[in-house]
């Protein structure tokens, strides 16, 4: 059956507020009253700063082993650099366009290509106005292939989860994260992320993080009820602005791209970091 995208945004957002609505009502069944809901559990995040990223903007990060992935929002290349001193390991040059997340799994590059460089750069033949999903060569940063968004829109973060050979993708236009099928980005899950610019996105000991960057915090997510369950905040005035993020033992990292709607605080390049707990 082909499903349109009116069709799927429909449905998106319906189950979206279902879902939303289910865990309210299971709340309140709990007693015999509703329950008060508790408040979220937040802490304040401190930063450390690390180096600066190869390139001025980067907008992307993803953790391996053995380095940091960084994807740049203007010039499009990908590096992967040292989780020390940041010096760079791998290098490529990509297809995409406004690179605002980067994946690595299956033997691939996972690029979330958000559409329309904004005059910062020179037109590039594959510039596209609309968000997308780049698969590529992991070696040449070679484009493999393009997956469109059914929900249209633009697209920042994404993740791949090894334990379900799964990727997860911000759907900006419908204010949710989207877990799919990387073999035929057929939709599975979809969950809320409400906020200013849903960003950073990673997957941590079966839960979702997810960067909301106009607010300046990070949401952890419980991937099946969509239940918020703790929230970090960065300072507006004194924290790098966050765009880019990933997790790796026991720290969160983020970048600081310094294009959209920059802070008092913020350091374009920068890449810094917090403990987890």
């Not at 590096?79 to 390991?89: C, M, R, S, Y």
């Not at 750069?121 to 070679?142: C, H, M, N, S, W």
């Not at 920042?156 to 911000?170: D, S």
Request: proline fraction near 8%.
């Amino acid at each position: 059956m082909i499903i349109r995208r009116r069709e799927f945004i429909g449905t998106a957002s319906a189950a979206v507020v279902a879902g939303m609505a289910t865990a309210k009502l299971a709340s309140a069944q709990e007693g015999n009253a509703p329950a008060k809901v508790p408040p979220v559990p937040t802490r304040q995040a401190k930063v450390e700063r690390l180096f600066k990223a190869p390139d001025i903007h980067p907008n992307a990060l993803e953790a391996a082993p053995d380095g940091l992935w960084i994807g740049d929002q203007v010039s499009e290349r990908v590096f992967k650099v040292g989780w020390k001193d940041g010096k760079v390991l791998h290098e490529v040059q990509t297809e995409s366009h406004n690179t605002s997340g980067i994946a690595v799994g299956a033997g691939y590059l996972w690029l979330g290509a958000n559409g329309g460089v904004s005059g910062r750069r020179p037109p590039r033949p594959t510039d596209k106005p609309f968000g997308e999903v780049i698969q590529a060569d992991l070696k040449t940063g070679k484009t493999v292939k393009i997956h469109q968004l059914i929900w249209g829109g633009g697209v920042h973060g994404i993740t791949f989860v090894p334990q379900t050979q799964t990727l997860w993708v911000t759907a900006l236009s419908i204010q949710a994260v989207a877990e799919v099928d990387p073999k035929d980005f057929r939709v599975l899950r979809l969950r809320p992320a409400r906020g200013d610019r849903p960003h950073g996105l990673d997957w941590d000991n079966g839960a979702l993080w997810v960067l909301i960057a106009g607010d300046h915090l990070i949401q952890k997510i419980d991937p099946d009820s969509g239940k918020v369950l703790e929230i970090v905040t960065l300072s507006r005035t004194s924290d790098p602005d966050p765009h880019g993020m990933c997790i790796h033992d026991g720290y969160m990292y983020y970048c600081d791209a310094g294009l959209t709607a920059p802070g008092p605080g913020s350091e374009p390049a920068q890449i810094c970091r917090f403990k987890m707990a």
